[in-house]
Every structure is written in C-alpha cells, then in structure tokens.
C-alpha cells in the first residue's frame, strides 16, 4: 500500500509540474476567453466604409439609402453604359442599377463591380430596396409598419415535467446544454487522460525502467498506480479549467455588462443600422440571450444541480477507470507507440459511438436505446450524463453505476493480465489471439 | 539464519512454448560472489525473475536465508537487470531517491545514503540534471546506485560490467569486492569468463535450461584441469617415457624447446618431474590449469 501510494505520488508530481501541464491548463480557459472575446470583437470592428454609387431610374429610392460609418451612398444621373464605364475612376465599390420598373420587377436590379461585391452589400442592398418596397406596397394597402410589428409574436414554449406528483418547471434547453457539456467533458477526458496512461506505460516499458521497479512493486501495484496518478491529474486540470473558465467568464461578463449599460443609451436606431449585418445580428442574438438569461438560471435552479455534480464525478472516475485501464493494456503490449493502432480501434469505438447516440439521447433522454445504453458500462459515462439533466429514476442511476464498478473491476482484471505479461514482453509481434493467451498464463 | 543466502530447489519454468528452466537447485552461501553463467537463452534471466519476484515458479522452492522466499524479501535483493532503463526525463536525484523509497527505505534515511555514494562516485553535480542528458556510462553508475542504496543482503547484476569503460568498470568492480567485504553476497550473471575469473568465489553453469555444474571455482578448475604440464628444458627428450607422452614440443633459435606433456595414468607431477629431472635440463616445469574459458566451453558443448 506505501508502495502505490509512492507510485501515485510519483506519478502525480510529474505530471502536474510539467510545463505543459502548467502551460495547457492555464492557457486553456484563457485561450477559450480570448476567442470569444475576438469574436466578438471583429464582428464590432470590421467596419470598412464602402463608397456606393445608385443609379435610380425608378425615383422611388430617392434619399432611401442612408449614409452610415460603413456605407456611403452616392446618387447618380446619366445612362447606366456611361457610368459603368466611369466606375473605375471613380474610385467607387459598387455600382447599384434600380431600373424604372423595379416595383413590378423586383428582380431587376443589378449591382455592378470591379472586385465583385461581397455577400454582406449584396444582401444589405436587396433588404434595403426589399424593405422599401414593402413599405410602398403596405402604405398601399393602408397597414403602416408600425401595425406590423405590433402583430409579430414570440413563443417561447415553456416545458413542465410531471414527476412524483410535483410540478416541476424545467428547461429542455438548460438539460440538454447541460447534459451536452458534461458529456463532451467525459468524452474528452477518457481520451486525454487515458492516452496519457497508454503511453506512459509503454515508455517505462521501452526504457526498461520497468523491470527495476517490479523487482520491487508487484505489477498491478505499479500499473493501479499510475492509472490512480493520471486520474488524480486529471481532476486537478478539469477543477482548474473550471474554476478559471469560470473567472474570466464573469470577469468578461462584468466588462461586458458595465459596456452594456451605457451602450444602449448612447446606441440610436441610427447607429444600430450603420452597423453591418452581421453586429445587427450579433447584438440581437445577445438581447435574445440576455433576455432568456434569467429564464435559463431559473431553469437551472431547478435542475437536480446536486446530482448532477454528484454523478458528474463518479461517471468521470467510473469512465476514465473503465478506459484507461484497457488503454494501459494496449500500451503494455506493444513495443512502440506507433504499434498501438490496431488495438486502439476497439477501445475508442464505443467510446465514439457513445458520443454519437449522446446526440441522439439529447433529443429523447427516455427512449429505450437512452436507457440501454446509459446501463451499458463502456457506454453510460456519457449517456447517462446526458440524461440526468432532464430527470432519471434513482434506481436507474444506482443500477448503472453498479454495472460501471462491475465493468471497470473486470476491465482492470483483464488488463493486469495483459500487462504483467506483457511489460516483459519485447519484440513479438503481438497479435489478438497472442493478447487472448496472456489471460491464461502463470506468472 | 542459514549459511546460504539463497537455496533454489527443483525449480521449473515453462513458457507457452518452452521450459525455460528443469529442475534447476543452487546453493549460494552467505558473503561470496557467485558467478551464473552460461550461453544466451539458458534460462539465467529466468531463473534471475523467479528469485526478484517478478514471476513465480511452476514447480520447486525457493529459500531465502533459509526460510522461503517472502514479498518482504524484495527489501533485502538489489537488482540491475541487463537492459538498463530509468525515467529519461525525470531528475538523476529525484529518481534515485523514489527507487530507494520504493525499496522500503524512508526519505530521511535514502538522502543521507545519497549524498555518500554521490561523493563517492563524485557526481555530485548530476543530482539535478535529467537522466536523458546523461551519457550511457553515466546511466549506468546512476543506476548500480540504485541497485546498492538500499544495501541488500543479496545483489544481483545482470551482465554489470557491459557498457561500461575500462575505468569505470574498475570502479565498479573494486565497489563490489566492498560490498562483498561489508557482508552482501553477489550473484553475478555474465559471458565474460575473465571477470569471473577475476571475481567469482562460486560459480554455476547453466545450459538448455538445466544446470550443467556447480560448486567453489577452484574446485571446478581442479576437476576440468587438462592434466598436461608446459615444459621448458634443453636437451634431447627422445624415446620412451614412462609416466608422460609429449604432445608436442617446439625448440627456439636458442635451442630452448618448450613442450606440452600429457601426464600418463596413475603419475603425478612428481613423478613426471622425477623423470625429467634425470634426462634433461629443466628450465621451468608448470601444471597447466584450466581457464573459465575451457571450462565453459566443455561443459556447454556436452
């Protein structure tokens, strides 16, 4: 027991004090910060001002076109061949046909250029002339747009679950968002972490350390151990990821908010329109945010958040243990990393698969295969995950985490007959029958 | 407490396709050092694994210090296998001290330890570098220290003194002859027979799995001994001898001949030199001995 204790240590340590550990986990969080923040960002700040010239036969445009900081509209007289011959002096982007008929034909328009124009004016023009149309025809039929607005309404469906005789108001949303994270974060941490055991098993195994440290270590101490090691790890990394994901997030989130405020005060219907299409939508999308943002946090509050983080835990443990004790068979068996491949193929399918049915699962957390497969143990990590965001019996729960130690207790005795014969084992071509035979020796 | 640090008896080892060892029994007493040899693939390293623990016998016993072999016994054998390997990038110090550890001695105890053989060795320097910067010669002291530290009662060395030079080879034998002065015993694997001949109190020869011959080296030199003399003598030496036949003889431009003499059945020395004395002008008269080297390869050719 010192022993694995000495082994976990050893295994722990140099790890954690890695540069790349230290660099990977500090690094993360801020990377996902700074991409979102540059997201945002260039959607604000691509603002390039286009110079466009109109020529409008039709007269009904007259004045239409706005100027703002990003588009510069210029009205023009004279014949549509002289013009396009002139373009190219004029230094203009852009040049804009309205012919007299638009209002019967809408299709006639034309825009003409000598880079050609991008996606961005093409359809901020034909929403403009679109828009303008409409009014005329509205106008028309004695509807001011005004009226029109004041039709259009928003649905948000509200769920509510039935359970044990409550009425509990949840959000659809807020589950599978949630049960999608905490899924993906199981997927990811099987991979990382279980890779990380593979291939340091098979390191110790090349430099021949390993026949110095089972003259003094049985080899399941050795390789529960560092499978015991690698997992602390990795709780070390997903805390810290977490925790400082969670600070720059409210960090930007304050900044966000403080600019916020004051931005709509200052912000005009004018200035909202100068801003390209895809800001108008960003912005939109982020009032529609924040508008459902208290609903969400109220859905969440009644999630079964203590569950959740309780079965997150256990189901990381359960998965990673299940997995990686397979992932240290494979590195032990093999001579290189490079030999690994085609025993890694049987590993990672389910481990794929269940990643794929999790896409199905969210969309109906209680179908039979969602239940089948959050029983399965080397498919509930992540199914299961997926599920208890929106609800799942207790016994469920107890039954597949019963069946997730059974699998990893057999997983790791599989793998411990692998491994001790297989770290002494150099240069045979191993083969899947050869692997079978291993189960059965005496060491 | 026995005289013998390690008695194997009636050991056998199969492999999936093989018996790597049948019915194999040493003896190793207490404070010698004991050669295992033979050919690649006789079952040494085999038989090496069995007494460290990392396997198990199918059949036998095996007696430590005269109780059977124990998981605390690890405690008490130091062992270098041939294929050298420590963690490439962990620290020279750091490394030492968690194999010590892992050897049953407490950080306290394992530092202080350290700090002697790294004087010794003079490699006081190395304690922060990482072992991949290292040259091999370097991986390996680091590693006999390894072996050493805990200062076990029985230390084996598997091939201990490949890849190392002519130097440091020296430092390592002249350690293990202390090691052997402070009362460990060593068991010694190797094809080199002039460091058995150098080091080896005992030896054992182990060939296709099964032991050929065993016991105290002199006493084996003794009973694979050619019984022919080297002769240097002037004179004539011509027709019949009665208690030896001259195998051949070569005469120099000086007129010194030197000759290999077979002795015949029943006659001694003695008596060979009796015979001479009264024919010809003895110069040097030496029983030839047997070399490791011969010993060797008459056993294995059986």
């Not at chain 1, 912000?267 to 909202?272: A, N, Y």
Request: overall charge neutral; some cysteine.
């Amino acid at each position: 027991m010192k022993n694995i204790l000495l082994i976990i240590q050893r295994e722990y340590l140099t790890r954690v004090r890695k540069k790349s550990f230290i660099v990977m986990t500090i690094l993360g969080p801020v990377l996902m910060g700074l991409m979102y923040a540059g997201i945002i960002w260039a959607a604000i700040s691509s603002i390039n001002q286009k110079k466009i010239e109109v020529l409008d036969q039709s007269g009904l445009f007259r004045d239409k076109f706005k100027n703002s900081s990003s588009y510069v509209y210029e009205y023009m007289k004279g014949d549509l061949d002289g013009l396009k011959n002139d373009l190219k002096k004029s230094g203009a982007d852009a040049l804009v046909y309205i012919p007299a008929n638009v209002f019967e034909q809408p299709k006639s328009v034309k825009i003409y250029s000598e880079k050609g124009v991008s996606l961005e004016v093409q359809s901020r023009i034909e929403e403009e002339i679109e828009n303008e149309i409409e009014n005329i025809k509205l106008t028309e039929a004695g509807i001011t747009r005004s009226t029109l607005e004041n039709a259009k309404v928003k649905v948000s469906a509200e769920t509510i679950s039935l359970k044990a005789g409550e009425e509990k108001k949840s959000s659809a949303t807020a589950a599978s968002i949630i049960g999608g994270i905490a899924a993906f974060l199981i997927y990811m941490a099987v991979f990382i972490y279980g890779a990380q055991v593979m291939r340091s098993i098979t390191e110790e195994k090349t430099s021949r350390i390993v026949e110095v440290l089972i003259s003094s270590v049985k080899p399941f101490q050795l390789m529960i151990g560092k499978i015991v090691g690698v997992a602390l790890v990795g709780l070390t990394q997903f805390g810290l990821w977490i925790i400082l994901t969670t600070a720059i997030f409210a960090a930007g989130g304050r900044i966000m908010a403080d600019k916020m405020q004051k931005a709509p005060a200052a912000m005009t219907e004018m200035q909202m329109n100068n801003m390209p299409p895809e800001a108008r939508e960003a912005m939109k999308d982020q009032s529609a945010v924040a508008d459902a943002m208290p609903d969400i946090l109220g859905a969440v509050s009644t999630l079964p958040v203590g569950t959740i983080v309780f079965c997150f835990i256990l189901y990381f443990i359960g998965g990673y243990l299940l997995y990686s004790s397979l992932f240290g068979a494979v590195g032990s068996a093999v001579d290189s990393e490079t030999d690994t491949q085609q025993f890694m193929l049987p590993i990672t399918i389910p481990i794929i698969a269940s990643f794929a049915i999790a896409q199905i699962v969210i969309r109906d957390p209680y179908s039979p295969l969602a239940v089948w497969a959050s029983m399965i143990p080397f498919t509930s990590p992540i199914i299961m995950m997926v599920r208890i965001p929106f609800g799942v019996p207790a016994w469920q729960i107890a039954l597949s985490v019963t069946l997730l130690i059974a699998g990893f207790i057999f997983t790791t005795w599989l793998a411990s007959r692998i491994y001790r014969v297989g770290i002494l084992m150099y240069g045979k071509k191993i083969t899947w029958k050869e692997l079978g035979k291993w189960l059965f020796y005496k060491v | 407490m026995s005289d013998n640090i390690l008695e194997v008896k009636n050991v056998v080892k199969n492999y999936a396709d093989h018996r790597a060892l049948d019915h194999v029994s040493l003896t190793v007493p207490k404070g010698v050092i004991y050669g295992l040899l033979g050919p690649n693939g006789a079952g040494k390293t085999s038989l090496i694994r069995i007494v460290n623990q990392i396997t198990g016998p199918d059949e036998g016993t095996i007696l430590f210090d005269g109780r059977p072999l124990s998981e605390n016994n690890i405690y008490d054998i130091g062992y270098l296998p041939e294929e050298r390997g420590l963690y490439k990038k962990m620290k020279v110090g750091e490394q030492l001290l968690y194999l010590a550890r892992l050897k049953g001695l407490n950080k306290e105890d394992a530092l202080e330890k350290l700090k002697e053989w790294f004087i010794k060795f003079d490699i006081k320097t190395w304690w922060d570098k990482n072992v991949e910067d290292l040259s091999k010669g370097m991986q390996q002291k680091v590693q006999f220290v390894a072996t050493i530290l805990h200062q076990p009662k029985l230390i084996i060395l598997d091939e201990p003194f490949s890849g190392f030079d002519p130097i440091n080879a020296n430092l390592i034998k002249d350690e293990i002859l202390e090691l052997k002065e402070k009362g460990s015993t060593i068991i010694f694997s190797t094809h080199r027979m002039e460091s058995v001949e150098e080091l080896c109190d005992y030896i054992c020869l182990i060939n296709q799995s099964r032991k050929v011959l065993e016991g105290r080296k002199s006493e084996i030199k003794q009973q694979f001994k050619p019984n022919t003399f080297s002769l240097d003598f002037t004179g004539g030496l011509n027709g019949d001898n009665t208690t030896f036949i001259v195998q051949k003889s070569r005469t120099d431009t000086e007129g010194l001949i030197s000759a290999t003499l077979e002795a015949r059945p029943v006659f001694s020395s003695n008596d060979i030199l009796k015979e001479l004395v009264d024919r010809v002008h003895v110069i040097s008269f030496r029983e030839d001995m047997a070399s490791m080297n011969d010993v060797f390869l008459k056993s294995v050719k059986f």
